[in-house]
């Protein structure tokens, strides 16, 4: 028996015109260093039609892809909205990937034009001759900037102002299957060739009510919210299409992602709501440290992309009186996966133990850990496997790519290994391929950098596996000290000694500058192991 | 192009695994008058389970309908999980329609068995005769109840736990297509018989995503919600399913309809949330002024199913400190349309009128005015038109009766008549049949209610249009007095002088002991028009 319900897909056209005249007095704010830029979300969905309009006359038709290599502001959010509204497919170029990457990445999807910021010429341009798809560059910001290094055979060149200059300000969304594309962005693995999570339009518009739900990030039109994580990162943690569902003012970054830059946004626009990987909060806490800045209007900041240092969330507690919510997601789930709302009710320690949790899984994104021989663990708070994951934002393949390996009867494999317990919460100890296995028993490497991390001389510290004679494998922490501060192995190791099993204390110690990172924040610990396996990581060895 | 997101169906029997594991803790409490009844959503999940397996041995299959005959309590909310998870229809029959109603609505749905609550016997065993397709009754409840009156040709009479007792505790919810049928609830028309609206797996997904976003009523676990309005109207405007989304604990009213028991609960058990109509608060309001019970755990009031009268909304925030958010829907529309949240950022009298309108439609439910000639009447807060609306959780027609005068191009034609602002707001003055034209003007009947009831003697006031051989049409006032109160018919033109336009001022005044109500408490003016017309209703005219 059918219902009688309407059979009205959930489409980004209709989220673009409900978000650009509904809410249009809301604002998008772009930094620029200066005097901010402002439009209303109305200018910006007229300006969406005009370069939708302008994409059509380049020839843009059915589900060819659109990509974008810029930074968090208007003319990106431009794109946002008109590239899948009119029915084409977004794909958000990552720009931190390593330029083979990127031109990997590009082909693969065949990208047809792109939108490039003019402060990003000089990086984009010596890929431009690589892609083999691309028939169109667009360059949006800067006036002045100089266009001429994007020189490639059979590439037109246009200014994005030029292009949708005195086009029609109203485009007829087409209608769509909800399940089509709407958006693409590849995920930056650190083994093998980057792979797609290609976006629906029910997937999005799921994703967008999720974001907006109490339990989720609580979005609503009372809300301004500050998008740090990148819209080339996992659709900027689904902000800028959730803010056109639900109208809140949203600012944006630009280029300008150091903490000075960042404190000052705050200071002078006053969001309610933001949301970053941890590293921009430490960073912000040592700026906030030495020149504060007033952030009293945040009322909640969402980390995620990395477990955040249990210190870190205290100190904002503390210092600022802002909670910290923890999420936990991948470019893979949209991203939101679990989000860390303490039940009601909890308090102290408790609450704190539910706050630094990776949070709970929604209904619609079902978990389920399963243990190395491909059984499931059970949901008890101490049974350990790795995380699997289904539902409608979920991923569910690669674009081109099936790769089966990474799915079991349709669910996803996470590669992260932890945790659930009966109510619903992940706790994540390690990514699969990190997990110590030592002498028989599991250590978590996130444990233990956490708890290194609450020493007071420590900035940051990384933990890997090495291979060990009697153990079989064993901890090794790199360490990166705060400036001006001192501690050797000796004293970490009696630091720690208080607070993990005698027998998981390392005794393996690297003192180093920087702990690598990926193109999108995380450790790389794939270059801490290389390193290490090459023999250019000094190592201490403490047992005292 | 098809994105790689998992074909994952929203479906029921998901919601229920998860809310009754996850958030098994939460618990329904259901009030007896006495000691209140407690269970887990865990315990209720096992029961939901045993009862699915029942049904089975009943021989439901398929898409069968099942329908309750009940009060909102434990048992009932069993039926909402296990009927649609298991994979057939439930079928809320609404106990205050007319006999005659419940039994077209019982044999146009072919309900195969009926849950009816034990209290409720007298009520259903007449009817049980006519019921052409029912082959078992369930009683729920009192177990000293006399099941006898239930006797019909070819029907079976069980006891409910006696049904559900030592059968298994898990069901395995099968797979669902998320467009296919899951519960069912009939209009209650004040013309014609019933018609039928059916929800499938889809749209009540989709709306209990709605009814957890901040700007919807933003449930969430940290809530406690009271859903007064009852099981049989509407789906109890979402919250049952909802809930088993978010995990709020639950608190259902069973039979104790009456202010003084919902005072009572209120204070016992310290919702946070609570949801009814209109009157009921007025009730309560009265109630607490004759003896005060803390109701300080409210921090919200959803009132919906008629216009809150402005008088009741501004003395709930002035003498309780709680404020009601004011909601429109209908049966059609599952019921969630528009939430009165007011903009953030306004203030006094503007915030006011935000929140005496009906509310901001969300992005998926698409609003537009439709005026008497077919034309749209744009957004600009001043054009009046008829609500049309449109979207995945509204219906597109009605169970085996497409009804194509209520459709235009399959958008709903709501029957209300009101304007849209352009930041989305709706107001509604009219329903279409009540609208009063005289002279070629439009009356509001409901702004004219709104303003009679703001005299301190008044109690309620109905509206209708009479035939007037000058004007065409003229305002007729029935009106309500307050016990021990008085005020005539010059007092109340005097009153309204200041209020509306002079040409508004009612001539003709009707004083009657109870406004006449349908089975959902609203105003039935097709019954005062009737009187009207037969001479029954004692008309003063009064032009002084």
């Known amino acids: ?10 489409s980004i056209g209709d989220l673009v015109r409900y978000g650009t005249t509904v809410h249009g007095d809301a604002e998008v704010v772009t930094w620029t260093g200066g005097e901010p830029r402002r439009a209303t979300y109305r200018e910006v969905g007229r300006r969406a039609a005009q370069l939708a309009h302008a994409l059509r006359a380049l020839g843009v038709t059915g589900d060819q892809r659109v990509a974008t ?22 794909h958000t170029l990552n720009i931190r990937l390593h330029p083979e990457q990127v031109a990997y990445v590009a082909n693969h999807a065949e990208d047809h034009a792109v939108i490039v910021d003019a402060s990003l010429i000089p990086l984009f341009a010596p890929l431009l001759p690589k892609l083999t798809t691309v028939r169109h560059v667009i360059v949006a910001g800067d006036p002045d900037a100089d266009p001429s290094p994007l020189a490639a055979d059979g590439v037109e060149v246009h200014r994005y102002d030029d292009l949708i200059d005195g086009r029609p300000e109203e485009f007829d969304w087409p209608a769509v299957d909800e399940r089509d594309a709407a958006a693409m962005c590849y995920t930056s693995g650190t083994t093998g060739d980057p792979k797609g999570v290609v976006y ?16 989720g990030k609580g979005l609503s039109q009372a809300d301004n919210a500050l998008a740090i994580v990148p819209m080339f990162h996992a659709m900027s943690w689904g902000l800028p299409y959730a803010a056109m569902m639900v109208g809140p003012s949203l600012l944006l970054t630009d280029r300008f992602l150091q903490p000075g830059p960042i404190a000052d946004m705050i200071e002078a626009e006053r969001p309610t709501i933001a949301a970053a990987v941890p590293t921009i909060w430490q960073g912000l806490v040592a700026e906030l440290e030495e020149r504060p800045r007033d952030v009293s209007s945040l009322n909640r900041v969402v980390v995620g992309g990395a477990a955040c240092p249990p210190s870190l969330m205290r100190a904002f507690d503390e210092r600022f009186g802002v909670p910290i919510v923890h999420a936990w997601g991948m470019t893979e789930t949209s991203p939101l996966g679990s989000v860390a709302n303490p039940p009601a009710g909890t308090e102290g320690e408790e609450r704190w133990a539910y706050r630094l949790s990776q949070g709970r899984l929604p209904a619609s994104v079902q978990g389920r850990l399963v243990a190395d021989g491909g059984t499931v663990v059970p949901n008890d708070g101490k049974g350990v496997g790795e995380l699997q994951v289904r ?5 569910g393949a690669y674009y081109k790519d099936p790769d089966p390996a990474k799915f079991q009867d349709g669910w996803l494999r996470t590669g992260d290994v932890g945790t659930l317990s009966p109510d619903g919460f992940l706790t994540l100890t390690d990514r699969a391929k990190d997990v110590i296995k030592s002498g028989g028993e599991w250590i978590s490497s996130v444990e233990l950098e956490n708890r290194v991390m609450e020493h007071p001389a420590v900035a940051e510290a990384a933990v890997i596996a090495v291979p060990d004679p009697k153990w079989d494998e064993r901890p090794l922490v790199a360490v990166v000290l705060r400036e001006g501060r001192a501690a050797d192995a000796a004293e970490l190791r009696a630091h720690l000694a208080d607070r993990v099993a005698r027998w998981q204390v390392p005794e393996r110690w690297a003192f180093i500058s920087e702990v690598p990172k990926t193109s999108v924040g995380k450790f790389d610990k794939k270059t801490l192991r290389k390193e290490h396996a090459e023999g250019s990581l000094k190592v201490i060895e403490e047992r005292g």
């Not at 028996?1 to 959930?10: A, G, K």
């Not at 629906?200 to 339990?215: K, T």
């Not at 539902?391 to 991923?395: D, F, H, L, S, V």
């Open 69 to 90: 290599f810029q930074w968090n502001n208007q003319e990106h959010l431009e794109a946002y909205l008109a590239v899948p509204a009119m029915g084409a497919v977004l």
């Open 391 to 395: 539902g409608p934002w979920i991923t």
């Open 200 to 215: 629906s339009h029910r997937s999005i518009w799921l994703h967008s009510m999720q974001v907006c739900m109490s339990d």
């Open 1 to 10: 028996m059918r219902s009688t319900m309407q059979d009205v897909p959930l």
